[in-house]
Protein backbone atom coordinates (compact mmCIF):
# COMPACT_ATOMS: atom_id res chain seq x y z
CA UNK A 1 0.00 0.00 0.00
CA UNK A 2 1.34 3.67 -1.00
CA UNK A 3 0.77 7.19 -0.21
CA UNK A 4 -1.60 9.18 -2.22
CA UNK A 5 -2.21 13.14 -2.34
CA UNK A 6 -5.91 14.29 -3.13
CA UNK A 7 -5.78 17.59 -4.56
CA UNK A 8 -8.90 19.72 -3.62
CA UNK A 9 -10.16 22.71 -6.14
CA UNK A 10 -13.49 23.35 -6.46
CA UNK A 11 -14.53 20.46 -4.32
CA UNK A 12 -14.60 21.60 -0.61
CA UNK A 13 -16.49 19.05 0.94
CA UNK A 14 -15.88 15.50 2.69
CA UNK A 15 -19.82 13.74 1.49
CA UNK A 16 -19.84 12.46 -1.72
CA UNK A 17 -16.05 13.44 -3.25
CA UNK A 18 -14.74 10.43 -5.50
CA UNK A 19 -11.17 11.51 -5.99
CA UNK A 20 -11.37 11.31 -1.95
CA UNK A 21 -12.67 7.82 -1.68
CA UNK A 22 -10.74 6.52 -4.07
CA UNK A 23 -7.46 7.55 -2.22
CA UNK A 24 -8.51 6.62 0.86
CA UNK A 25 -9.44 3.14 -1.07
CA UNK A 26 -6.43 2.98 -2.60
CA UNK A 27 -3.56 4.11 -0.36
CA UNK A 28 -2.25 3.57 2.72
CA UNK A 29 -2.57 7.06 3.94
CA UNK A 30 -3.00 10.27 2.15
CA UNK A 31 -2.09 13.97 1.73
CA UNK A 32 -4.99 16.00 1.25
CA UNK A 33 -3.97 19.77 -0.04
CA UNK A 34 -5.03 22.61 -1.64
CA UNK A 35 -2.45 24.88 -3.63
CA UNK A 36 -3.75 28.75 -4.58
CA UNK A 37 -2.89 29.15 -7.67
CA UNK A 38 -0.81 32.08 -8.42
CA UNK A 39 -1.93 32.58 -11.87
CA UNK A 40 -5.40 33.06 -9.88
CA UNK A 41 -3.87 34.84 -7.63
CA UNK A 42 -1.79 37.61 -10.27
CA UNK A 43 -5.52 38.04 -12.22
CA UNK A 44 -6.08 41.75 -13.21
CA UNK A 45 -9.33 41.41 -10.52
CA UNK A 46 -9.70 39.27 -7.00
CA UNK A 47 -13.13 38.80 -6.74
CA UNK A 48 -13.53 39.66 -2.82
CA UNK A 49 -17.02 37.86 -2.06
CA UNK A 50 -15.80 34.76 -3.95
CA UNK A 51 -12.13 34.47 -2.28
CA UNK A 52 -13.53 35.38 1.34
CA UNK A 53 -16.00 32.14 0.44
CA UNK A 54 -13.31 30.00 -0.75
CA UNK A 55 -11.12 30.67 2.49
CA UNK A 56 -14.56 29.84 5.00
CA UNK A 57 -14.63 26.80 2.99
CA UNK A 58 -11.15 25.96 3.49
CA UNK A 59 -11.70 26.51 7.16
CA UNK A 60 -14.71 24.24 7.32
CA UNK A 61 -13.12 21.54 4.91
CA UNK A 62 -10.08 21.44 7.23
CA UNK A 63 -11.82 20.55 10.47
CA UNK A 64 -13.78 18.23 8.85
CA UNK A 65 -10.34 16.13 8.03
CA UNK A 66 -9.52 16.92 11.37
CA UNK A 67 -12.16 15.53 12.96
CA UNK A 68 -11.49 12.43 10.92
CA UNK A 69 -7.72 11.91 11.32
CA UNK A 70 -6.50 14.24 8.60
CA UNK A 71 -5.16 18.07 8.34
CA UNK A 72 -4.96 20.04 5.13
CA UNK A 73 -2.25 21.05 3.90
CA UNK A 74 -2.62 24.39 2.74
CA UNK A 75 0.30 26.01 0.18
CA UNK A 76 0.66 28.58 -3.04
CA UNK A 77 2.41 29.08 -5.64
CA UNK A 78 2.56 27.29 -9.16
CA UNK A 79 -0.44 25.22 -8.97
CA UNK A 80 1.35 22.02 -10.94
CA UNK A 81 4.85 22.64 -9.39
CA UNK A 82 3.20 22.99 -5.68
CA UNK A 83 0.78 20.09 -6.29
CA UNK A 84 3.90 17.62 -7.92
CA UNK A 85 6.64 18.63 -4.96
CA UNK A 86 4.41 17.85 -1.96
CA UNK A 87 3.53 14.47 -4.42
CA UNK A 88 7.56 13.66 -4.54
CA UNK A 89 8.24 15.04 -0.81
CA UNK A 90 5.41 12.67 0.14
CA UNK A 91 6.86 9.73 -2.01
CA UNK A 92 3.11 9.63 -3.16
CA UNK A 93 2.27 7.07 -6.33
CA UNK A 94 -1.01 8.99 -7.56
CA UNK A 95 -2.49 12.32 -6.97
CA UNK A 96 -6.04 11.79 -7.06
CA UNK A 97 -8.37 15.36 -8.29
CA UNK A 98 -11.62 16.14 -9.68
CA UNK A 99 -12.61 16.60 -13.27
CA UNK A 100 -12.64 20.34 -14.22
CA UNK A 101 -14.28 21.93 -17.92
CA UNK A 102 -12.72 25.15 -18.46
CA UNK A 103 -9.83 25.57 -20.46
CA UNK A 104 -7.50 27.57 -17.57
CA UNK A 105 -8.05 24.24 -15.17
CA UNK A 106 -7.93 21.77 -17.61
CA UNK A 107 -4.68 23.44 -18.75
CA UNK A 108 -3.48 22.99 -15.45
CA UNK A 109 -4.32 19.38 -14.92
CA UNK A 110 -2.74 18.32 -18.45
CA UNK A 111 1.00 20.50 -17.32
CA UNK A 112 0.31 18.48 -14.07
CA UNK A 113 -0.22 14.73 -15.72
CA UNK A 114 2.73 15.71 -17.75
CA UNK A 115 5.35 16.66 -14.90
CA UNK A 116 4.81 13.56 -13.19
CA UNK A 117 5.13 11.49 -15.37
CA UNK A 118 9.33 12.05 -15.06
CA UNK A 119 8.67 10.96 -11.22
CA UNK A 120 6.20 7.99 -12.24
CA UNK A 121 3.35 9.45 -10.31
CA UNK A 122 -0.10 8.61 -11.48
CA UNK A 123 -2.46 11.58 -11.84
CA UNK A 124 -6.10 10.47 -11.67
CA UNK A 125 -8.98 12.57 -12.64
CA UNK A 126 -12.43 11.90 -11.06
CA UNK A 127 -15.96 12.81 -11.26
CA UNK A 128 -17.35 15.11 -8.49
CA UNK A 129 -18.04 18.81 -10.11
CA UNK A 130 -21.04 18.05 -11.74
CA UNK A 131 -23.95 15.60 -11.93
CA UNK A 132 -22.50 13.56 -14.81
CA UNK A 133 -19.16 14.36 -16.69
CA UNK A 134 -18.83 15.80 -20.17
CA UNK A 135 -18.80 13.35 -23.01
CA UNK A 136 -21.01 10.80 -20.49
CA UNK A 137 -23.65 11.88 -22.89
CA UNK A 138 -23.26 13.10 -26.31
CA UNK A 139 -25.64 13.64 -29.41
CA UNK A 140 -25.33 11.85 -32.42
CA UNK A 141 -21.86 12.89 -34.31
CA UNK A 142 -21.12 15.36 -32.15
CA UNK A 143 -18.66 16.93 -29.01
CA UNK A 144 -21.26 18.11 -27.13
CA UNK A 145 -25.01 19.54 -26.99
CA UNK A 146 -26.33 22.96 -28.26
CA UNK A 147 -29.97 22.35 -27.27
CA UNK A 148 -30.87 22.59 -24.00
CA UNK A 149 -34.17 19.83 -24.16
CA UNK A 150 -32.70 16.84 -25.77
CA UNK A 151 -29.58 17.23 -23.51
CA UNK A 152 -32.06 17.17 -20.70
CA UNK A 153 -33.94 14.32 -21.42
CA UNK A 154 -30.82 11.81 -22.33
CA UNK A 155 -29.35 13.52 -18.79
CA UNK A 156 -32.50 12.21 -16.74
CA UNK A 157 -32.45 8.90 -18.79
CA UNK A 158 -28.75 7.99 -17.58
CA UNK A 159 -27.98 6.01 -14.04
CA UNK A 160 -26.24 8.10 -12.22
CA UNK A 161 -23.38 7.04 -9.98
CA UNK A 162 -24.46 6.52 -6.90
CA UNK A 163 -23.83 9.00 -4.15
CA UNK A 164 -20.52 8.39 -1.48
CA UNK A 165 -20.67 8.78 2.24
CA UNK A 166 -18.29 11.05 3.76
CA UNK A 167 -15.21 9.04 4.86
CA UNK A 168 -15.66 8.07 8.85
CA UNK A 169 -11.69 8.03 9.48
CA UNK A 170 -8.45 9.35 7.25
CA UNK A 171 -5.30 7.79 7.53
CA UNK A 172 -2.65 10.48 6.89
CA UNK A 173 0.71 11.48 6.60
CA UNK A 174 1.73 13.52 9.63
CA UNK A 175 3.83 16.47 10.19
CA UNK A 176 3.92 18.19 7.01
CA UNK A 177 4.38 22.11 6.77
CA UNK A 178 1.66 23.84 5.77
CA UNK A 179 1.03 27.64 5.83
CA UNK A 180 -1.58 28.93 7.76
CA UNK A 181 -4.85 29.73 5.59
CA UNK A 182 -4.72 33.38 4.96
CA UNK A 183 -7.21 36.36 5.46
CA UNK A 184 -8.94 37.63 3.10
CA UNK A 185 -7.16 40.93 3.16
CA UNK A 186 -3.81 38.83 2.25
CA UNK A 187 -5.86 37.95 -1.18
CA UNK A 188 -7.60 40.59 -1.80
CA UNK A 189 -8.11 44.30 -2.00
CA UNK A 190 -11.70 44.41 -3.59
CA UNK A 191 -14.85 44.89 -1.66
CA UNK A 192 -16.81 42.61 0.45
CA UNK A 193 -20.70 42.85 -0.45
CA UNK A 194 -22.19 43.66 3.27
CA UNK A 195 -24.65 40.78 3.38
CA UNK A 196 -22.91 38.32 1.60
CA UNK A 197 -23.09 34.54 2.41
CA UNK A 198 -20.53 32.44 4.22
CA UNK A 199 -18.50 29.42 3.18
CA UNK A 200 -17.93 25.90 4.42
CA UNK A 201 -19.90 21.97 3.78
CA UNK A 202 -20.96 22.79 7.05
CA UNK A 203 -23.36 25.43 6.57
CA UNK A 204 -24.20 24.36 3.05
CA UNK A 205 -25.48 20.43 4.13
CA UNK A 206 -27.73 22.55 6.80
CA UNK A 207 -29.07 25.00 4.02
CA UNK A 208 -29.86 22.29 1.84
CA UNK A 209 -31.60 20.43 4.46
CA UNK A 210 -33.75 23.47 5.51
CA UNK A 211 -34.44 24.99 2.54
CA UNK A 212 -35.32 20.86 0.63
CA UNK A 213 -37.74 20.68 3.37
CA UNK A 214 -39.64 23.83 3.29
CA UNK A 215 -39.36 25.15 -0.24
CA UNK A 216 -38.80 22.04 -2.71
CA UNK A 217 -42.05 20.99 -3.33
CA UNK A 218 -43.46 24.67 -4.30
CA UNK A 219 -39.97 25.75 -6.72
CA UNK A 220 -41.86 25.43 -10.12
CA UNK A 221 -44.25 28.27 -8.65
CA UNK A 222 -42.51 30.50 -6.83
CA UNK A 223 -38.73 30.49 -9.00
CA UNK A 224 -39.58 33.46 -10.46
CA UNK A 225 -41.39 35.44 -7.59
CA UNK A 226 -38.56 38.05 -6.85
CA UNK A 227 -39.93 39.45 -3.78
CA UNK A 228 -39.87 35.96 -2.04
CA UNK A 229 -36.73 35.43 -3.31
CA UNK A 230 -37.39 31.78 -2.31
CA UNK A 231 -34.98 29.66 -4.17
CA UNK A 232 -32.27 27.66 -3.04
CA UNK A 233 -29.75 30.11 -2.88
CA UNK A 234 -27.16 26.96 -2.86
CA UNK A 235 -25.05 28.11 -6.30
CA UNK A 236 -22.25 29.42 -4.34
CA UNK A 237 -22.03 26.23 -2.70
CA UNK A 238 -22.30 24.42 -5.61
CA UNK A 239 -19.57 26.38 -7.35
CA UNK A 240 -17.13 25.54 -4.57
CA UNK A 241 -18.03 22.04 -4.77
CA UNK A 242 -19.41 22.53 -0.80
CA UNK A 243 -22.41 20.26 -1.64
CA UNK A 244 -22.10 17.83 -5.10
CA UNK A 245 -24.58 18.51 -6.89
CA UNK A 246 -25.00 14.78 -7.86
CA UNK A 247 -25.88 14.54 -3.84
CA UNK A 248 -28.47 17.42 -4.51
CA UNK A 249 -29.79 16.17 -7.59
CA UNK A 250 -30.31 12.31 -6.32
CA UNK A 251 -31.62 13.27 -2.65
CA UNK A 252 -34.10 15.47 -4.32
CA UNK A 253 -35.89 13.43 -7.05
CA UNK A 254 -38.91 11.49 -6.44
CA UNK A 255 -40.11 14.49 -3.89
CA UNK A 256 -42.63 16.27 -4.68
CA UNK A 257 -41.99 19.50 -7.07
CA UNK A 258 -38.48 18.18 -7.28
CA UNK A 259 -38.08 17.61 -10.82
CA UNK A 260 -38.09 21.83 -11.78
CA UNK A 261 -35.33 22.59 -9.33
CA UNK A 262 -33.38 19.28 -10.71
CA UNK A 263 -34.08 20.84 -14.40
CA UNK A 264 -31.94 23.77 -12.95
CA UNK A 265 -28.55 21.61 -11.78
CA UNK A 266 -29.44 19.82 -15.57
CA UNK A 267 -28.23 23.50 -16.61
CA UNK A 268 -25.49 23.95 -14.95
CA UNK A 269 -24.29 20.70 -16.36
CA UNK A 270 -25.03 21.18 -19.66
CA UNK A 271 -23.54 25.27 -19.48
CA UNK A 272 -20.42 22.52 -18.37
CA UNK A 273 -20.17 20.31 -21.23
CA UNK A 274 -20.54 23.35 -23.60
CA UNK A 275 -17.71 25.01 -22.11
CA UNK A 276 -15.49 21.55 -22.14
CA UNK A 277 -16.21 20.91 -25.73
CA UNK A 278 -15.92 25.07 -26.67
CA UNK A 279 -13.24 26.48 -24.09
CA UNK A 280 -13.04 29.80 -26.65
CA UNK A 281 -17.05 30.57 -25.61
CA UNK A 282 -15.80 31.84 -21.98
CA UNK A 283 -14.79 34.58 -23.48
CA UNK A 284 -15.62 34.71 -27.41
CA UNK A 285 -19.00 34.55 -28.42
CA UNK A 286 -20.25 30.80 -28.94
CA UNK A 287 -22.29 32.38 -32.35
CA UNK A 288 -21.12 35.03 -33.23
CA UNK A 289 -23.46 37.87 -34.80
CA UNK A 290 -21.43 40.05 -36.13
CA UNK A 291 -22.60 42.50 -33.37
CA UNK A 292 -21.84 46.43 -33.22
CA UNK A 293 -21.27 46.99 -29.47
CA UNK A 294 -21.62 50.29 -28.74
CA UNK A 295 -19.09 51.99 -26.45
CA UNK A 296 -20.38 54.22 -23.41
CA UNK A 297 -18.35 54.03 -20.40
CA UNK A 298 -21.29 56.53 -18.42
CA UNK A 299 -23.98 54.03 -19.38
CA UNK A 300 -22.37 51.50 -18.45
CA UNK A 301 -21.28 52.70 -15.01
CA UNK A 302 -24.92 53.88 -14.73
CA UNK A 303 -25.74 49.99 -14.75
CA UNK A 304 -23.15 48.59 -12.40
CA UNK A 305 -24.20 51.62 -9.81
CA UNK A 306 -28.02 50.54 -9.89
CA UNK A 307 -28.88 54.40 -11.03
CA UNK A 308 -30.27 53.02 -14.59
CA UNK A 309 -33.62 54.67 -13.72
CA UNK A 310 -35.53 51.48 -14.71
CA UNK A 311 -36.39 50.30 -10.87
CA UNK A 312 -36.20 46.34 -11.47
CA UNK A 313 -32.91 46.35 -12.80
CA UNK A 314 -31.65 49.12 -10.33
CA UNK A 315 -32.87 46.66 -7.60
CA UNK A 316 -31.51 43.77 -9.01
CA UNK A 317 -27.58 46.08 -9.45
CA UNK A 318 -28.01 46.41 -6.06
CA UNK A 319 -29.00 43.60 -4.90
CA UNK A 320 -25.55 42.30 -6.43
CA UNK A 321 -23.23 44.95 -4.70
CA UNK A 322 -25.24 44.35 -1.34
CA UNK A 323 -25.45 40.62 -1.53
CA UNK A 324 -22.86 38.86 -3.90
CA UNK A 325 -26.23 37.55 -5.20
CA UNK A 326 -28.94 38.52 -7.64
CA UNK A 327 -32.13 36.08 -8.27
CA UNK A 328 -31.85 34.69 -11.59
CA UNK A 329 -34.73 36.37 -13.47
CA UNK A 330 -33.23 39.71 -12.77
CA UNK A 331 -30.21 38.43 -14.05
CA UNK A 332 -32.01 37.82 -17.11
CA UNK A 333 -33.70 41.53 -16.88
CA UNK A 334 -30.30 43.32 -16.22
CA UNK A 335 -28.19 41.07 -18.50
CA UNK A 336 -30.87 41.90 -21.63
CA UNK A 337 -30.90 45.27 -20.51
CA UNK A 338 -27.29 45.75 -20.76
CA UNK A 339 -26.63 44.21 -24.11
CA UNK A 340 -30.03 45.08 -26.18
CA UNK A 341 -31.15 48.70 -24.35
CA UNK A 342 -27.79 49.91 -24.10
CA UNK A 343 -25.96 47.85 -26.70
CA UNK A 344 -22.96 47.20 -24.51
CA UNK A 345 -20.69 44.00 -25.29
CA UNK A 346 -22.33 40.92 -22.52
CA UNK A 347 -18.29 40.81 -21.69
CA UNK A 348 -18.33 44.07 -19.72
CA UNK A 349 -21.77 42.76 -17.86
CA UNK A 350 -19.87 38.94 -17.63
CA UNK A 351 -16.46 40.86 -15.93
CA UNK A 352 -18.52 43.06 -13.49
CA UNK A 353 -21.17 40.12 -12.36
CA UNK A 354 -17.95 37.77 -11.67
CA UNK A 355 -16.55 40.70 -9.65
CA UNK A 356 -19.21 40.50 -7.68
CA UNK A 357 -21.46 37.16 -7.34
CA UNK A 358 -19.91 34.58 -4.86
CA UNK A 359 -21.29 32.11 -7.36
CA UNK A 360 -19.20 33.39 -10.14
CA UNK A 361 -18.75 30.40 -12.40
CA UNK A 362 -17.31 30.89 -15.81
CA UNK A 363 -19.72 28.10 -17.30
CA UNK A 364 -22.58 29.39 -16.05
CA UNK A 365 -22.03 32.50 -15.84
CA UNK A 366 -20.27 33.49 -19.19
CA UNK A 367 -22.95 30.95 -20.92
CA UNK A 368 -25.80 32.43 -19.47
CA UNK A 369 -24.79 35.98 -20.93
CA UNK A 370 -24.07 34.78 -24.25
CA UNK A 371 -27.59 33.27 -23.77
CA UNK A 372 -29.23 36.92 -22.99
CA UNK A 373 -27.50 38.87 -25.39
CA UNK A 374 -28.42 35.91 -27.94
CA UNK A 375 -24.56 35.22 -28.75
CA UNK A 376 -25.08 32.29 -27.46
CA UNK A 377 -27.12 28.89 -27.08
CA UNK A 378 -30.65 30.12 -26.92
CA UNK A 379 -32.80 29.07 -29.64
CA UNK A 380 -34.66 32.65 -29.90
CA UNK A 381 -30.82 34.71 -30.28
CA UNK A 382 -33.25 38.42 -30.49
CA UNK A 383 -35.17 37.41 -26.94
CA UNK A 384 -35.99 41.38 -25.37
CA UNK A 385 -37.04 41.35 -21.69
CA UNK A 386 -39.02 44.98 -21.26
CA UNK A 387 -37.61 46.01 -17.69
CA UNK A 388 -41.06 47.24 -16.76
CA UNK A 389 -43.42 44.82 -17.83
CA UNK A 390 -41.01 42.38 -16.12
CA UNK A 391 -41.00 44.14 -12.85
CA UNK A 392 -44.92 45.23 -13.31
CA UNK A 393 -44.92 41.19 -13.45
CA UNK A 394 -42.76 39.73 -11.05
CA UNK A 395 -42.57 42.57 -8.32
CA UNK A 396 -46.20 43.81 -8.81
CA UNK A 397 -46.44 45.32 -5.68
CA UNK A 398 -42.80 46.92 -5.95
CA UNK A 399 -41.67 44.96 -2.73
CA UNK A 400 -38.55 43.80 -3.87
CA UNK A 401 -37.81 47.37 -5.57
CA UNK A 402 -38.27 49.07 -2.57
CA UNK A 403 -35.78 46.38 -0.71
CA UNK A 404 -32.72 47.53 -2.64
CA UNK A 405 -34.19 50.71 -4.02
CA UNK A 406 -34.09 53.19 -0.80
CA UNK A 407 -35.17 56.54 -2.80
CA UNK A 408 -38.35 54.36 -3.67
CA UNK A 409 -39.24 52.95 -0.39
CA UNK A 410 -41.91 55.56 0.33
CA UNK A 411 -43.97 54.62 -2.90
CA UNK A 412 -46.09 51.56 -1.36
CA UNK A 413 -47.38 49.85 -4.34
CA UNK A 414 -46.41 48.71 -8.05
CA UNK A 415 -47.09 52.37 -9.11
CA UNK A 416 -43.18 52.81 -8.58
CA UNK A 417 -42.24 50.94 -11.95
CA UNK A 418 -43.96 53.88 -13.84
CA UNK A 419 -43.12 57.08 -11.87
CA UNK A 420 -43.66 60.48 -13.56
CA UNK A 421 -40.46 62.83 -13.76
CA UNK A 422 -41.75 65.10 -10.93
CA UNK A 423 -42.48 62.02 -8.82
CA UNK A 424 -38.47 61.16 -9.57
CA UNK A 425 -37.62 64.57 -9.33
CA UNK A 426 -38.86 64.68 -5.91
CA UNK A 427 -37.74 61.55 -4.99
CA UNK A 428 -34.15 62.41 -6.19
CA UNK A 429 -34.86 59.05 -8.32
CA UNK A 430 -32.90 59.36 -12.03
CA UNK A 431 -34.57 59.45 -15.52
CA UNK A 432 -34.52 56.89 -17.47
CA UNK A 433 -31.18 57.09 -19.07
CA UNK A 434 -32.93 55.15 -22.39
CA UNK A 435 -36.16 55.23 -23.83
CA UNK A 436 -36.76 51.59 -24.28
CA UNK A 437 -38.96 51.52 -27.32
CA UNK A 438 -36.47 53.63 -28.90
CA UNK A 439 -33.21 52.11 -27.76
CA UNK A 440 -35.05 48.20 -29.24
CA UNK A 441 -35.68 49.82 -32.66
CA UNK A 442 -32.29 50.55 -32.91
CA UNK A 443 -30.78 47.34 -31.42
CA UNK A 444 -33.01 45.49 -33.78
CA UNK A 445 -31.61 47.73 -36.92
CA UNK A 446 -28.10 46.88 -35.76
CA UNK A 447 -29.00 43.20 -35.73
CA UNK A 448 -30.44 43.44 -38.94
C1 LIG B 1 -26.71 36.69 -16.84
C2 LIG B 1 -26.70 35.49 -15.91
C3 LIG B 1 -25.53 35.20 -15.19
C4 LIG B 1 -25.50 34.08 -14.35
N1 LIG B 1 -24.32 33.80 -13.66
C5 LIG B 1 -24.26 32.68 -12.90
C6 LIG B 1 -23.05 32.34 -12.22
O1 LIG B 1 -22.03 33.03 -12.30
N2 LIG B 1 -23.05 31.23 -11.43
C7 LIG B 1 -24.16 30.43 -11.30
O2 LIG B 1 -24.11 29.42 -10.59
N3 LIG B 1 -25.29 30.71 -11.97
C8 LIG B 1 -25.39 31.81 -12.75
N4 LIG B 1 -26.56 32.10 -13.40
C9 LIG B 1 -27.68 31.13 -13.32
C10 LIG B 1 -28.69 31.40 -12.20
O3 LIG B 1 -29.10 32.74 -12.24
C11 LIG B 1 -28.13 31.11 -10.81
O4 LIG B 1 -27.56 29.81 -10.78
C12 LIG B 1 -29.21 31.15 -9.75
O5 LIG B 1 -29.86 32.41 -9.77
C13 LIG B 1 -28.61 30.91 -8.38
O6 LIG B 1 -29.61 30.98 -7.40
P1 LIG B 1 -30.04 29.68 -6.59
O7 LIG B 1 -28.84 28.99 -6.07
O8 LIG B 1 -31.09 30.12 -5.63
O9 LIG B 1 -30.65 28.80 -7.76
P2 LIG B 1 -31.83 27.71 -7.80
O10 LIG B 1 -32.93 28.29 -8.59
O11 LIG B 1 -32.13 27.16 -6.47
O12 LIG B 1 -31.18 26.57 -8.72
C14 LIG B 1 -30.36 25.51 -8.18
C15 LIG B 1 -29.01 25.49 -8.84
O13 LIG B 1 -29.12 25.18 -10.23
C16 LIG B 1 -28.11 25.87 -10.96
N5 LIG B 1 -28.75 26.80 -11.89
C17 LIG B 1 -29.93 27.44 -11.72
N6 LIG B 1 -30.24 28.16 -12.82
C18 LIG B 1 -29.22 27.97 -13.70
C19 LIG B 1 -28.95 28.45 -15.02
N7 LIG B 1 -29.79 29.26 -15.67
N8 LIG B 1 -27.80 28.09 -15.60
C20 LIG B 1 -26.94 27.26 -14.98
N9 LIG B 1 -27.16 26.76 -13.74
C21 LIG B 1 -28.28 27.12 -13.11
C22 LIG B 1 -27.27 26.64 -9.92
O14 LIG B 1 -26.17 25.84 -9.54
C23 LIG B 1 -28.28 26.82 -8.79
O15 LIG B 1 -27.69 27.02 -7.54
C24 LIG B 1 -26.63 33.23 -14.23
C25 LIG B 1 -27.80 33.55 -14.95
C26 LIG B 1 -27.83 34.67 -15.77
C27 LIG B 1 -29.09 34.98 -16.52
Excluded at 139 to 145: A, S, Y
Aim: aromatic residues 10%.
Amino acid sequence: MTTGVVVFTRDLRVHDHPALAAAIREHKSIVPLFVFDDAVARADFRPANRTAFMLESLADLDSSLQSRGATLIYRHGDWAEEVLALAEEVNASAIHLSEDVSGFSTRRITQLTERAKASEIRVQAHPGVMVISPGDVLPTGGDHFKVFTPYYRKWLALPWRTPIAAPKEILSVKRLDSLTIPKIEELSSGSLSPNRVNGGESIARRLFANWRESHLHEYESIHNDLPGNSTSHLAPYIHFGCLSPLELAASSLGRDGAEAWVRQLCWRDFYHQVLAARPDASWADFKHRGDHWIDDPAALQAWKEGRTGFPVVDAGMRQLLDEGFMHNRTRMIVASFLTKDLGIDWRHGARHFLEWLTDGDIANNNLNWQWTAGTGTDTNPNRIFNPTVQGQRFDPKGEYVRRYVKELASIPDGSLHTLGPLERAALGYPEPIVDHHEAIAEYRLRRA
